[in-house]
């Protein structure tokens, strides 16, 4: 190879540059949040450690069940009815978008676009 010289630095560059993040922060992400949970224990939709996961799935489904099929009514989980609704059912408890939601999506580094739509009701 006529460049070798200039090929071998590059990829060790490149590959320095590429991990840098990694060998940084030494694989270590920070502390997972503790989202401020609500005073009244009140049942949740799904169990909490469900919630965690499919949360997202969740309300895509309930989305997609009121805007595309018409159905607003009510869902039963457990015998206790539910509202397909963000606002209505999630947010009743976990009034504080910034200490409950916003924790968790800052730390995994998403930007939900539910608050396109939704608005997050200010307590006072």
Known sequence: MYDSGKIIPGLIIFVLFVTFPVWYNHGDAGAVPKPELPKVAKKCVLPVAQMRDEHMQLLLDW?????????????????????????????????????????????AAVNPYCWDCHFARVKK
């Open 63 to 107: 989305r997609a069940e009121v805007l595309r099929q018409g159905e607003w009514g009510f869902i039963k989980i457990d015998g206790k009815p539910f509202q397909r609704s963000l606002q209505n059912a999630c947010l009743k408890c976990h009034s504080n978008k910034k200490k409950f939601c916003d924790t968790c999506h800052t730390y």
